[in-house]
């Protein structure tokens, strides 16, 4: 307890990353907490996808997928950079309240979006919604508790609360799943009640957050010039690379639509969760580093043994879903998906160089180096993208996973030149 004191008043004799040691000690709890919690809502959503597969004909359910997808990736839009800057920001005490005052004001800006839901159920085209007006107002409420939880919770994580993090986004999962599975057992199975059940937990996950806030009450002092132009210059630095990221991931279902028909969609579908697992552990640690690396600046000896540790760790996990795909996937999903097996493999190479840039990728968001992010993030995109519109029409889904894959290297290539030749200086 002494020692967690000393870190969060920011004592030079007991340096923040002095805990990260990744081996056993109190520096692995912290990023033990959030992996195994994010383990266990994987988990939980899991139950919850049974639950609603059970409730739901096939189409209804895709209708409520959309319903949920589309909030989601506005709430994505709406806090690409500032989740970054939020986390940056909230490991030094002078600069968390700047953080939480710019988590506050993003959530409640984000209600203009239901409001403008509204206007355009008021009106909009009626012969849009097919199954519900209501459904739809109710998911695009949900952009408001997506984008507070979000920041809010980078808030915690960064302030050393990780713990409370985890807390709320297990209370949501296992609310959302509880609920739902309530909603099945009273028979009363309908999008608006699941859609009531998703907003719900939201608003769980929204309570914990808002209890710590008022609990640490980490917005009493004034935010300064000095981490205004910070956050400012953080949230529009690292926009980009995490859109461009993402996209990298992301963007080969619809070209894949429309390069090589759905049934190659659906085989890309089922092989993409199993890949993007290996991501949990590298997101997860570098969410917790970033703030602990801008708290103070490590060596880049220190930053090479923790991405080395990481990228380990993620080769060790990758070798057990490599193992372990061929003989779930056909059992799961049934024979015709056999094909995703391939998938699988070709996409692990990819996702595990990655995982030693996203722990680098930290410090320089840290020491405020956003261009060499960006500029690798958008050679990768780059990159993927010429790959799949030159192989998916021959390849199929492989051309999609070689895409993905060679991106995530060229990405990687970048980051790891730029790093090495020119070591970030610690700048607003």
């Known amino acids: ?27 692995m709890k912290t990023p033990a907490v959030m992996i195994g919690s994010r383990f266990g809502v994987i988990g939980s959503n899991l139950l919850t996808g049974v639950v609603l597969a059970r409730a739901m004909p096939v189409d209804t359910r895709g209708v409520f997928a959309t319903l949920i997808t589309v909030p989601g990736l506005i709430a994505m839009l709406l806090t690409a950079g500032l989740d970054s800057a939020t986390l940056r920001l909230s490991g030094r005490d002078e600069d968390r309240s700047t953080a939480v005052q710019a988590a506050l004001r993003r959530g409640m800006q984000s209600i203009a979006v239901p409001a403008l839901g509204v206007l355009f159920l008021a009106f909009g085209p009626g012969e849009y919604f097919e199954h519900s007006a209501l459904a739809w107002a109710m998911g695009m409420c949900a952009v408001p508790l997506l984008v507070s939880n979000q920041l809010l919770g980078n808030c915690a994580i960064g302030a050393n609360d990780a713990r409370v993090w ?25 999008l608006e ?86 991501l949990i552990v590298p997101v997860m640690v570098a969410s917790y580093l970033l703030p602990r690396y801008h708290a103070e600046t490590p060596k880049g000896s220190m930053v090479h043994r923790h991405a080395s540790i990481v990228f380990a760790a993620t080769v060790v996990f990758g070798s057990m879903v490599a193992f372990l795909a061929p003989l779930l996937l056909p059992r799961i999903y049934g024979d015709n998906y056999e094909g995703a097996v391939k998938l699988v493999v070709i996409l692990l190479p990819g996702i595990a160089v990655f995982s030693y840039t996203r722990i680098v990728q930290s410090h320089l968001y840290a020491t405020g180096r956003y261009v060499a992010v960006t500029a690798a993030s958008v050679a990768g995109l780059g990159i993927s993208v010429l790959i799949q519109v030159s192989t998916v029409p021959r390849l199929g889904a492989v051309g999609g996973a070689l895409g993905i894959t060679l991106g995530y290297c060229v990405a990687t290539a970048v980051i790891g030149l730029t790093y090495h030749y020119n070591r970030p200086r610690v700048t607003a």
Do not use: H
Request: aromatic content about 4%.
């Open 166 to 190: 985890a807390r709320a986004t297990v209370a949501n999962a296992v609310t959302y799943l509880l609920l739902a599975a309530g909603v099945l057992a009273a028979q009363v199975p309908s």
């Open 1 to 27: 307890m002494r020692l967690a004191r000393k870190i969060r008043q920011g004592s030079s004799r007991s340096s923040p990353l002095q805990l990260i040691r990744l081996r056993g000690g109190v520096g």
């Open 193 to 278: 009640a699941f859609l009531a059940c998703f907003l719900m937990a939201n608003a769980v996950c929204l309570g914990i957050l808002l209890r710590w806030l008022l609990k640490a009450r980490p917005r009493e002092r004034l935010a300064s010039k000095k981490s205004l132009r910070m956050l400012r210059k953080t949230a529009l630095g690292t926009a980009a690379p995490t859109i461009a990221q993402l996209a990298i991931m992301r963007i080969p279902i619809p070209l894949m639509a429309a390069l090589a028909g759905t049934d190659q969609v659906g085989i890309l579908a089922i092989a993409l969760p199993f890949a993007e697992s290996l």
